[in-house]
């Protein structure tokens, strides 16, 4: 592949980004990661059966904020990969007369296309490097969502 096609393919995931951003900039969300997030997300039997009710309610507030954070990240792996496979999709359109037939299955046709476009090969790249990212962060938030109402049920527990 060549560098040319790589550097515009990057360049154009980096301005992709920065749209993303300067949307996620207008809805004033600032996520950050605290070292109180690593705390309350290994918390032991014992820490669990001491902590105060109040202690759960402030834990659980901050892995719900961690929470936010990590879907936000799994949805610029999303929406990064959808571009990219988008991207794909009009390059196939385009140069998909130059190869096969008009038997060859279209799978086919993208593939060769993708195999031999360096263009289209650099954004199954991209497209294949966010989709595993995206697919390592699948469904993270949803779990410490649930951390964070354990510990939100058992502060509520607590307080009784």
């Not at 900039?25 to 070292?35: F, G, M």
């Not at 669990?48 to 929470?67: D, F, G, M, V």
């Not at 959808?82 to 086919?108: F, L, Q, R």
Request: proline share 1%; glycine share 2%.
């Amino acid at each position: 592949m060549s560098g040319e096609e790589q550097s515009y393919v990057q360049s154009r995931v980096e301005e992709f980004e920065k749209d993303l951003d300067e949307l996620v900039s207008a809805l004033k969300i600032k996520p950050k990661v605290e070292p109180i997030i690593e705390e309350a997300l290994n918390l032991s039997y014992e820490q669990l059966k001491n902590i105060h009710y109040e202690e759960c309610e402030i834990l659980s507030y901050k892995l719900t904020q961690y929470s936010i954070y990590l879907q936000s990240v799994q949805n610029r792996y999303t929406n990064i990969k959808k571009w990219a496979e988008n991207s794909i999709n009009i390059v196939c359109a385009k140069e998909h007369n130059n190869y096969g037939d008009k038997y060859t299955k279209y799978e086919e046709k993208k593939n060769l296309i993708i195999n031999y476009n360096l263009y289209a090969k650099a954004l199954y790249n991209v497209f294949m490097i966010y989709s595993s990212k995206e697919q390592e962060l699948y469904s993270i938030s949803q779990k410490v969502q649930s951390l964070s109402q354990s510990l939100h049920n058992i502060g509520i527990s607590k307080k009784i």
